[in-house]
């Protein structure tokens, strides 16, 4: 044992994978440490391949005091990395290559006052477990998709054939990213514990499943711990065009307008964009669509590639001929990026058309704004499936093969802005709305689960 810290206020230390969708969360975890349970945190950001919305997002101007970003040395990833090879693979090696430095970074810490008493991880960087077991510091595991994927990925090795709505690497046993993704998710049984951004009363009946059905009682899992919704809550930064939409939206009538934006490393190819903008002017619904240069090379092209494009740059270029000035009296288009949270948050906005992606939804449900699920990859099938069926706050156009047709857009639009299904299901989303505020406020479920945490860091000596 050591002498106890002469200061009380935890120092904890929070790593995160490269890529938007698993910093976000993370960054807010850190945010909320130091805001509402008095702690002092260290973020170590992976910055190999990294983009300027990380930049943004990590060097805003108004970061509390206690928080700090430690920005490890970017890698030479160039010989390893191809052009073709899939993302769970770059994601790997960025991180195998970026924590080289990492038990002299923590040692370092651990020399200051007062030292670090836990580590925070996410699923893709498990092997900081290898280096805290050698300096003493416990591991504890963020998982930030959701926690039905949590459920389903504990039975993976029991699996011959996973169901087409699983995550992406692991639909298909025989391919290296599937061996990828087990590796690192056997690795949680290393954790203290593990965090989940969620709440009791979002996914009720997964929780009571792993805490008191007998088929996971049986599992290795550490204790649990669900703490969210932790969803980005302002923009790093507001720009002149951002305030064209934020303007625009303020002259719109209430849930009227729907939001059509499909992540911040999400392509389609030129068809299903084509299908997609023609079944929007269709549906002669108010919306602000956000477009990307069309790409065929999969789904997930741009996901180290998450920054803004140019403002300026030519949407009518992929775009169908005339869509622009066809839909300009009541719709925006934004090529590249828009600011997601000022636009969920705002009382105009009725509806969004998403990928999906777990960070997604969170923001969107925070904000009581029902979802079209439109998943592209990684989890967002899974996600889809329990958003349109037991949680009740989504609706999905009718697979028709490859590509979505313009008729069947039109059809989900219409039925989510002013189908009797849509007023179900916006009244639903209302509803999580207020429960998500209630367990993250003092006393709510979420807030105690990461208090009890915090008390335990706390008594560390």
């Not at 949407?315 to 288009?333: C, K, N, Q």
């Not at 699920?373 to 899974?382: D, K, V």
Request: charged content about 20%; hydrophobic content about 40%.
């Amino acid at each position: 044992m050591v002498a106890a810290e002469s200061s009380n206020k935890p120092h904890i230390v929070i790593l995160s994978s490269p890529g938007l969708g698993h910093i976000i969360p993370l960054f807010q975890l850190a945010k909320r440490l130091v805001i509402h349970h008095g702690c002092h945190v260290s973020f170590l950001a992976i910055t190999t391949h990294s983009c300027a919305a990380q930049h943004r997002l990590l060097h805003s101007p108004d970061l509390p005091s206690d928080l700090q970003i430690i920005n490890l040395p970017s890698a030479d990833v160039s010989s390893f990395i191809t052009a073709d090879m899939p993302v769970l693979h770059q994601l790997y090696i960025i991180v195998h290559e970026s924590l080289k430095p990492l038990r002299s970074i923590l040692l370092g810490l651990m020399n200051r006052r007062p030292r670090p008493r836990a580590l925070i991880i996410d699923i893709f960087t498990t092997l900081a477990f290898d280096v805290c077991v050698q300096i003493h510091i416990p591991v504890y595991l963020f998982f930030t998709p959701s926690l039905t994927l949590f459920t389903c990925s504990l039975f993976l090795p029991n699996l011959n054939r996973p169901e087409n709505n699983m995550l992406d690497q692991v639909r298909n046993l025989n391919i290296d990213e599937y061996n990828l993704f087990l590796h690192q998710f056997s690795r949680m049984t290393m954790a203290t514990a593990i965090f989940f951004n969620t709440w009791v009363d979002f996914e009720p009946d997964q929780l009571q499943a792993i805490q008191k059905t007998k088929l996971f009682l049986e599992k290795p899992i550490p204790p649990i711990h669900p703490i969210g919704p932790l969803t980005k809550e302002t923009e790093p930064e507001v720009s002149d065009s951002d305030e064209i939409i934020i303007n625009w939206l303020n002259k719109q009538p209430p849930d009227s307008v729907l939001f059509i934006a499909l992540g911040s490393g999400g392509t389609l190819t030129r068809e299903q964009l084509t299908e997609l903008a023609l079944g929007i002017e269709m549906s002669r619904q108010r919306f602000i669509f956000v477009t990307r240069k069309p790409l065929n090379a999969g789904a997930p092209a741009a996901y180290f590639n998450a920054d803004r494009t140019e403002l300026e740059s030519d949407s009518d270029g992929y775009l169908p001929e005339g869509f622009r000035d066809r839909t300009a009296e009541i719709g925006l288009v934004v090529p590249g990026w828009a600011p997601q949270v000022a636009i969920l948050s705002h009382e105009s906005t009725g509806g969004f058309l998403s990928h999906c992606g777990w960070n997604s939804t969170l923001e969107s449900l925070v904000h009581g704004v029902p979802i079209i699920a439109w998943p592209l990859y990684a989890e967002q099938m899974m996600n889809a499936s329990a958003l349109t069926g037991e949680l009740r706050v989504a609706v999905r156009p009718a697979e028709e093969g490859e590509v979505i047709g313009r008729e069947e857009v039109e059809r989900v639009i219409r039925m989510l802005m002013e189908g009797e299904e849509g007023k179900i299901i916006r009244k639903r989303t209302k509803e999580m709305k207020v429960s998500a505020a209630r367990s993250l406020s003092n006393g709510g479920s979420s807030f105690e689960e990461l208090s009890s945490v915090v008390e335990t860091w706390k008594s560390i000596q």
